[in-house]
């Protein structure tokens, strides 16, 4: 069974600017993303790329064709060929992302269905972004197709542990980080970040 839950009440719908392009996700979100890292920055022409990502089977496009930019040789991009939105990003790396598909947030027809479950990419977060929301950051400070799939294997695992606690919960911040850590450490990747207390330094 896919990883998202796959339920048929369950849809979620948008589309670019221009509305050339729709598409909708018959699935709630795997989890929820937001990305710091230079290219996402450059990608979204803003401070960051939040991201809803879902099982690719999951989502169809209803309008339209996006076009798609490979911005590296495990990244492609999908964008509206008319207006320009961003619509979604998609790892072909061989890791546990294969087969998702991270649908940019703001296309969303509804994006308040979708709060952030993590930050990714947190050594390119802007001096000015406030950190005090709670979620775990992590670094992704190599460029190394393999290194990265074991990040995205905690940031998948800690997004799941975050989504199992009920929304009255308070998140114990600590919690999730030292369940990551040992994870890393395990690993043998891990440190904490002196300078930003809650970035996990990978």
């Known amino acids: ?74 990244m492609e991009r999908g964008f509206c060929g008319d207006c320009g939105s961003s619509l979604f990003t998609r790892y072909v790396s061989g890791g546990v992302l294969d087969g ?16 952030p479950d993590v930050h990714y990419g947190a050594e390119g977060e802007l001096s000015w972004m406030r950190r005090d929301d709670g979620l775990t950051r992590i670094r992704i400070d190599t460029d190394d197709p393999s290194c990265q799939n074991e990040l995205f294997e905690i940031l998948l695992r800690h997004a799941s542990a975050k989504r199992r606690i009920p929304e009255t919960d308070t998140l114990n911040e600590s919690a999730a980080p030292t369940a990551m850590q040992d994870r890393q450490a395990a690993s043998g990747h891990q440190h904490r970040s002196p300078e930003a207390p809650g970035v996990l330094r990978i």
């Open 1 to 74: 069974m896919p990883r998202g839950t796959l339920v048929s009440e369950t849809k979620h719908v948008g589309g670019c600017l221009c509305g050339a392009i729709r598409y909708e996700a018959c699935q709630a979100p795997v989890f929820t993303a937001l990305c710091h890292c230079r290219m996402c920055q450059q990608w979204s022409g803003s401070a960051m790329l939040a991201t809803a990502t879902f099982d690719q089977e999951a989502v169809a496009f209803t309008a339209g064709e996006p076009k798609v930019h490979w911005s590296s040789q495990v």
């Open 100 to 115: 998702l598909i991270s649908i940019s947030l703001g296309t969303l027809d509804d994006p308040e269905v979708a709060p």
